[in-house]
């Protein structure tokens, strides 16, 4: 399977140099961003080559769980007011579901398909007792 985006280009995208970026928590951004887009388009592989639009929906979405782990909607220190990436998370999203229409949500009907129930069967047939 191939990695949704590497984390040099997440590291570039943000503009840190070696020594500011935490590896790490970008590995941990990469994988928080490719469950939420496996979400969205039902897909459990990438593709190898990525296309471009899920590579920039996943760095993107990456970018946001790396500066906001926690997932807060804003911050405010003093007057200063940070108002975090919630709505485009959701519009990115939104994106991937119309591109990768599923035919239903996971767990939404039966998975499996059973022949119809057989209702000309009386008691005598399955208790053995007969009439």
């Known amino acids: ?18 020594d500011e970026f935490d590896s790490d928590a970008a590995g941990i951004a990469r994988r928080q961003a490719g469950g939420w887009l496996s979400d969205a388009t039902g897909l459990t ?11 920039s929906w996943g760095i993107e979405l990456g ?3 790396y500066n906001n782990p926690e997932g807060a909607e804003s911050e405010q220190i003093d007057d200063y007011r940070v108002v ?24 939404a009907g039966p998975q499996w398909s059973f ?7 009386g008691p005598q047939e399955y208790t053995g007792q007969g009439a």
């Open 84 to 107: 975090n990436d919630v709505d485009r998370r959701e519009a990115i999203l939104a994106a991937a579901r119309s591109a990768y229409p599923s035919p239903a949500p996971a767990g």
């Open 115 to 121: 022949p119809a129930p057989d209702w000309s069967w």
């Open 1 to 18: 399977m191939a990695d949704l985006f590497e984390l040099e280009d997440l590291r570039k995208l943000l503009r840190l140099s070696v």
């Open 63 to 65: 970018s946001i769980a």
């Open 45 to 55: 592989a990438w593709p190898d080559p990525v296309p471009e639009r899920l590579w």
